[in-house]
């Protein structure tokens, strides 16, 4: 079993509309939870880290359920230049583990 | 200021071949990781640093693939006698310093490495 699960998609949604997906992960030890973005051809960047409670970052919110072990991400308004692949990333101490990404296609 | 850079960004070789693939992380960023990223997959841990000591090697998919890192800063990963199942992006990040797992790990480019 993989330890980071997520929906591959690919989720197409027109500009301003809301998307949201999630992830699932196995090791119920993990620490800190991420979500990153990665454009195509493109490194892996930090979008925002995920807390306890939920937190937002402007037009994205993010949600982590330890209890089922999943992890969802939101984004409002939806803007052609949200336009990538969202990678799920659970840590535990030093390692990151990488989830194969969701592809959101965002059009005009 | 400057990001995490990789070189060459491309490398193409022949089956059987060495390569080595050279990362510079941040300035003053005494963690650095290797990755491995598949066409269409998830980054796969490969090796973690801290300072010049490689606590983690765990990621390495066989004794063909070693690296290093000298003087807290730049790090190699080599893979020898290179075979096809190696065609991949290698990416290297580096962060502050690390053990909590709580700090950003900033990305480079990577290095497109394609195995004939």
């Known amino acids: 079993r993989k330890e980071v699960e997520q929906d591959p998609g690919p989720f197409n949604v027109p500009e301003g509309a809301t998307v949201a997906f999630n992830c699932t992960y196995s090791?119920?030890?993990?620490?800190?939870f991420f979500w990153y973005r990665q454009d195509c051809r493109k490194e892996p960047k930090l979008l925002m880290s995920v807390y306890s409670s939920g937190n937002e970052d402007g037009r994205f919110t993010a949600q982590l359920n330890r209890a089922s072990q999943y992890i969802s991400l939101l984004i409002r308004d939806s803007k052609l230049s949200d336009s990538a692949t969202y990678l799920c990333?659970?840590?535990?101490?030093?390692?990151?583990?990488f989830g194969a990404g969701t592809t959101v296609t965002v059009r005009a | 200021g400057a990001g995490v850079s990789q070189s060459p960004s491309n490398k193409v070789t022949e089956k059987g071949k060495d390569v080595e693939l050279r990362c510079d992380p941040i300035s003053g960023h005494t963690a650095l990781y290797w990755y491995r990223q598949r066409l269409g997959q998830g980054l796969e841990f490969l090796i973690y640093f801290q300072g010049n000591s490689a606590p983690d090697k765990s990621g390495l998919p066989s004794d063909r693939f070693s690296a290093e890192r000298t003087g807290e800063s730049v790090s190699t990963l080599t893979i020898q006698r290179t075979q096809q199942e190696d065609s991949a992006v290698y990416l290297c990040a580096s962060s502050l310093a690390s053990g909590t797992g709580q700090e950003t790990q900033y990305f480079g480019p990577g290095t497109r490495l394609l195995v004939l």
């Open positions: 090791n119920s030890a993990s620490q800190s």
């Open positions: 990333v659970v840590g535990n101490d030093y390692k990151l583990s």
